[in-house]
């Protein structure tokens, strides 16, 4: 079974940057598309960025042009660059992946990773 790893989250300022990795166990170019998800106390997970083996990309409203996805297939990983934080950034972020398999499409997820923005 895939397994994906999320790292790379923490504490930082207002306006400072991160960067949250997601390694997974088996080739990534299996799943299309690749996300990244976030969830705040109480609430349900909300998209935040995905991107397609060919590269496309799409961005909740709230963190364009602040937030880059990006995969590497042949490494096996998937990055969020976060920029300009702010502290409505604060949540769990979990990346996942839409693994297809041969009795169809199956949601993998990781375990999550805590961002927390201080103002």
């Known amino acids: 079974q895939v397994q994906l790893v999320e790292s790379g989250g923490g504490l930082v300022q207002a306006g400072g940057s991160l960067t949250l990795s997601c390694a997974s166990s088996?080739?990534?170019?299996?799943?299309?598309?690749m996300a990244w998800y976030r969830q705040y106390p109480g609430k349900q997970r909300e998209l935040v960025a995905s991107?397609?083996?060919?590269?496309?990309?799409t961005y909740a409203a709230s963190v364009k042009g602040r937030f880059t996805i990006s995969r590497d297939d042949a490494k096996n990983i998937a990055l969020l660059q976060m920029n300009n934080l702010k502290s409505e950034d604060t949540a769990v972020y979990y990346c996942?992946?839409?693994?297809?398999?041969?009795?169809?499409?199956?949601?993998?997820w990781g375990q999550g990773t805590l961002v927390t923005v201080s103002s």
């Open positions: 991107i397609t083996t060919g590269g496309t990309t």
């Open positions: 088996k080739n990534m170019f299996t799943m299309n598309p």
């Open positions: 996942n992946g839409r693994e297809n398999t041969a009795l169809g499409y199956v949601e993998r």
